[in-house]
T-cell receptor, first 116, second 115 residues
Framework: EAEVAQSPRYKITEKSQAVAFWCDPISGHATLYWYRQILGQGPELLVQFQDESVVDDSQLPKDRFSAERLKGVDSTLKIQPAELGDSAMYLC??????????????FGPGTRLTVL | DAKTTQPPSMDCAEGRAANLPCNHS???????VYWYRQIHSQGPQYIIHGLKNNETNEMASLIITEDRKSSTLILPHATLRDTAVYYC????????????????FGTGTLLAVQP
């Protein structure tokens, strides 16, 4: 069964360093999402892509976070510089297309970031 | 999208039915009820969704009250592998004019299935 791939699974960094996370969605899925999940809370959407275009980045802290999906397939989320409060699970999800059916989102296993 | 209220935690004996409640008293006519779950250290997983009729699939059943102000997710024979956080989400699907496909998660219900 096709799955969303993420790497690395775990990342430990010091504050003020740069970190990057990678996501490979299910083949053929045009919509890609990055969520952040703080311990004890539900995931919160950071950015949504439709193909290579950003359609929602209203909750992305743009002073330090950036995301790209250059060829409309895999995606990278970057934090520079990392802060202590960025410690969280970063989840990537994909869905077939934003319109149409009910659009089940398929989630990857996540990247657990710890900022020291 | 309407907000939902869920109990923070529930216990269930293995092999028994698990009934997880969700209140969504401000739900509007075109909003669907979705359920996802998140097993520890994994990403969330879609379970089921519905508008006003009861729904059943291979994982669970969804019972929505006639006034649509609340719903119950039923796992008919809970196993230890069903221990997870269950999220009830209300949203307008994109094809009904929803702004995006964004899922707004609350804190969910931690279901602990006991042996």
């Amino acid at each position: 069964e096709a799955e969303v791939a993420q790497s690395p699974r775990y990342k430990i960094t010091e504050k003020s360093q740069a970190v990057a996370f990678w996501c490979d969605p299910i083949s053929g899925h045009a919509t890609l999402y990055w969520y952040r999940q703080i311990l004890g809370q539900g995931p919160e959407l950071l950015v949504q892509f439709q193909d290579e275009s950003v359609v929602d980045d209203s909750q992305l802290p743009k002073d330090r976070f950036s995301a790209e999906r250059l060829k409309g397939v895999d995606s990278t989320l970057k934090i520079q510089p990392a802060e202590l409060g960025d410690s969280a699970m970063y989840l990537c999800a994909s869905s077939y297309i934003a319109g149409g059916n009910h659009n089940e989102q398929f989630f990857g296993p996540g990247t657990r970031l710890t900022v020291l | 999208d309407a907000k939902t209220t869920q109990p923070p935690s529930m216990d269930c004996a293995e092999g028994r039915a698990a009934n997880l409640p969700c209140n969504h008293s401000t739900i509007s006519g075109n909003e669907y009820v979705y359920w996802y779950r998140q097993i520890h250290s994994q990403g969330p997983q879609y379970i089921i969704h519905g508008l006003k009729n009861n729904e059943t699939n291979e994982m669970a059943s969804l019972i929505i009250t006639e006034d649509r102000k609340s719903s119950t997710l039923i796992l008919p024979h809970a196993t230890l592998r069903d221990t997870a956080v269950y999220y009830c989400i209300v949203r307008v699907p994109p094809y009904y004019g929803g702004a995006t496909n964004k899922l707004i998660f609350g804190t969910g219900t931690l279901l602990a299935v006991q042996p």
